[in-house]
């Protein structure tokens, strides 16, 4: 079983609609939980962490964590063109190590 | 506030041959982390560095090592290299103890690693 897994995609959403990416882990242990976008040719930018359950709001943005499902989600709100990328999902195992494990990552677009 | 920098930005290098990679951290972030990323792939684990300690190490192979620099800088170095090492090559630099948590990690731009 892969440590993090997310839905490959691609995902493609209209311009304005809800966007919802999906992240499940294997560590029951994970404490710490992270978004990253990656524009295409480009290195992963941070926009959302959450360390514990429930809802996490930035903007436009929403993370929800559920530790007893091992869930961990990512939903965009009036999504835009510019949201086009790849969305990373990245958790640190137990005992507070700073290693970061990824999924492969939500290829999304956003249509016009 | 200047970001974390990485050098150089583009590598093309022959099988057999070493590589040295730089990082510098953002201002006042001590911890320095290396990973790779394959075209399609998350980027993966190798290195963490913290106050020039080494506190974590991936599955890679003893052709990786890395060195943390008292100013906090990294260099990531690749020898006998592969074609299978061809990859984007990322720093990310944290500061423990900000969030009370883990720590949040700030990537550079990466440098792009092509072996021939």
């Known amino acids: 079983q892969k440590e993090v897994e997310q839905n490959s995609g691609p995902l493609s959403v209209p311009e304005g609609a809800i966007a919802s990416l999906n992240c499940t882990y294997s560590d029951r242990g994970s404490q710490s939980f992270f978004w990253y976008r990656q524009y295409s040719g480009k290195s992963p930018e941070l926009i959302m962490s959450?360390?514990?359950?429930g809802d996490k709001e930035d903007g436009r943005f929403t993370a929800q964590l559920n530790k007893a499902s091992q869930y961990v989600s990512l939903l965009i709100r009036d999504s835009q063109p510019s949201d086009s990328a790849t969305y990373l999902c990245?958790?640190?195992?137990?005992?507070?190590?700073?290693?970061?494990?990824f999924g492969k990552g939500t290829k999304l677009t956003v249509n016009p | 506030d200047a970001g974390v920098t990485q050098s150089p930005t583009h590598l093309i290098k022959t099988r057999g041959q070493q590589v040295t990679l730089r990082c510098s951290p953002i201002?006042?972030?001590?911890?320095v982390s290396w990973y790779q990323q394959v075209l399609g792939q998350g980027p993966q684990f190798i290195f963490q560095?913290?106050?020039?300690?080494?506190?974590g190490r991936g599955n890679f192979p003893d052709r990786f090592s890395a060195r943390q620099f008292p100013n906090y800088c990294s260099e990531l170095n690749v020898n006998a290299l592969l074609l299978g090492d061809s990859a984007l090559y990322l720093c990310?630099?944290?500061?423990?103890?900000?969030?009370?948590?883990?720590?949040?990690?700030?990537f550079g731009p990466g440098t792009r690693l092509t072996v021939t």
């Open positions: 560095y913290y106050e020039k300690e080494e506190r």
């Open positions: 959450i360390y514990s359950n």
């Open positions: 990310a630099s944290s500061s423990p103890y900000q969030t009370g948590m883990t720590y949040e990690q700030y």
């Open positions: 990245a958790v640190t195992p137990q005992g507070g190590s700073e290693k970061l494990v």
């Open positions: 201002s006042g972030h001590k911890s």
